[in-house]
């Protein structure tokens, strides 16, 4: 059975229509499709193995999907993570577990997590990342990744406003990934 949402959310830049849905067992995915003016502006993508989980287990992943993503336009939080979150027939998936909560004692926290195409963590990973904002010479760092697959990096909030990014490289046995995380520091708000 397929499960979708769609929903038009009125954010800080406009109005937004978030889309999400499940692919089906056939192409097991959670897609999550963000609009604006009908441009998709970011997606997110959730791998799932049909064996390991019930109908209704699907149907609460597709609802928790969309309800974080309009949650965190409302608020405005938003933050697009670009195409590159997963692609099809790649090893790994990055996911920013936060993107509801990213502000925290001045700073950018940013929690992210790895998991295999299987979607276990991953094992025996690299994971570099690259902090580029309008304000600072870019900076690179190697992260630590836990047993669970998940790692920590913190930034200081840029002070005037404009786009900043975080990319993300996840190298192991199971394959190379990236992704690129986009903060967008309006005036006057972090």
């Known amino acids: 059975m397929i499960f979708g949402f769609n929903t038009d959310v009125a954010g800080k830049d406009g109005g937004y229509h978030v889309q999400t849905e499940d692919r089906g067992v056939k192409n097991p995915v959670i897609d999550s499709i963000v609009y604006v003016g009908g441009k998709i502006v970011d997606r997110r993508r959730t791998c799932y193995v049909p064996e390991e989980v019930t109908s209704e287990q699907v149907a609460e992943m597709v609802r928790k999907q969309h309800k974080e993503l309009v949650e965190a336009i409302r608020c405005g939080h938003f933050v697009p993570s670009g195409e590159s979150t997963q692609s099809v027939g790649t090893g790994y998936t990055i996911q920013l577990l936060n993107a509801n909560g990213l502000y925290r004692d001045g700073e950018l926290c940013f929690e992210l997590q790895v998991l295999d195409k299987r979607q276990l963590p991953g094992k025996n990973i690299a994971v570099q990342v690259h902090w580029i904002s309008n304000e600072a010479v870019p900076e690179k760092r190697t992260l630590e990744v836990e047993e669970d697959g998940k790692a920590k990096v913190s930034f200081p909030v840029p002070a005037t406003p404009g786009e900043a990014a975080l990319l993300v ?18 005036a006057g708000k972090a």
């Not at 490289?169 to 309006?186: D, I, M, N, W, Y």
């Open 169 to 186: 490289c996840a190298e192991g046995p199971s394959g190379r990934e990236l992704a690129k995380f986009r903060v967008l520091q309006t």
